[in-house]
């Protein structure tokens, strides 16, 4: 069933320190050494935020998909109970900037959005993701054609070298720079379906940040095995790992 209706819920995910430093040259065919915080990265234009307006939250990616017009982020990001005033929110990949910022590549407005039952229903954190199905630009293109996508991965194991890629609020990120973390994935202990790495840095505004295998820059983003959810701890993030229940979410993204 298609959410009509979309929420700006605030991100979960927190961390201690911002990120000081440019992120480390990740080479083909070599596993960087894990970082422990965040740094700030080049602009990967498949990555980008939800916007309102003036207002931007949350961060979302493109996907690969045949017709080049889905992206992902974190359902609590886009859900919206019942009753409360739906927002006209749209997607602008490669978003930078202060204040407002800019969105060099335009923006997508969301036609459709994805999430699943469990979450609608009792918030249940291994289904906190959602799939949007957006809209042509003015010019008639889809995203893909113009910002390119990560592929998904929807068997992957827990345990994983992992680059998240997310926009943390402005307070802790006035210049609005996408922020990135190569590090290891774990299986979280405390909550059952749900991934964990340790690395601080990740602030308000990045949930929804797409977890990628095999990253290696923008024209090699790998694979998508999952979004950033929340984090139980300053220093740790969490995130659904993508199995049979996104699957089906993706494919509904497909059709609508």
């Keep these: ?32 050494t894990p970082q422990k915080s965040a740094a700030v990265i080049d602009y990967p234009p498949f990555i980008g935020v939800l916007v309102d307006g003036d207002e931007h ?22 859900y919206e109970e019942e009753g409360t005033a739906a ?21 997508w407005q969301i036609r459709s959005v994805q999430v699943d039952d469990r979450w609608q229903e009792q918030e249940d954190d291994p289904y906190d993701f ?14 893909q054609d113009v910002v390119g996508a990560a592929g998904l991965d929807w068997e992957s194991e827990p345990q994983r070298q992992v680059t998240v890629i997310g926009y943390p609020e402005p307070d802790h990120n006035p210049d609005n720079h996408p922020v990135t973390c190569t590090t290891d994935s774990r299986v979280d ?37 999952g979004v950033l959810s929340g984090g139980d701890t300053d220093s740790e993030s969490t995130a ?15 059709k609508s």
């Design 189 to 225: 202990k405390d909550l059952p379906g749900m991934v964990q790495m340790r690395c601080a840095g990740f602030w308000n505004g990045t949930s929804g940040s797409p977890w990628l295998t095999d990253y290696r820059g923008p024209d090699k983003p790998g694979k998508l095995i």
């Design 87 to 107: 927002r006209k929110i749209s997607f602008a990949p490669g978003f930078a900037g202060q204040g407002k910022g800019k969105q060099p590549y335009g923006a």
């Design 57 to 78: 939250w949350c961060t979302a990616s493109v996907v690969d998909s045949p017709k080049g017009n889905v992206v992902v982020t974190a359902a609590h990001c886009v």
């Design 240 to 254: 659904a790992l993508f199995g049979a229940p996104a699957r089906a979410l993706y494919q509904r993204a497909l």
């Design 130 to 143: 959602a799939f949007l199905t957006l809209e042509p630009d003015a010019q008639g293109r889809e995203v």
């Design 1 to 32: 069933m298609a959410v009509t209706g979309l929420l700006a819920l605030l991100s979960l995910a927190t961390a201690c320190g911002g990120p000081v430093a440019s992120a480390p040259r990740l080479d083909p065919g070599v596993s960087p």
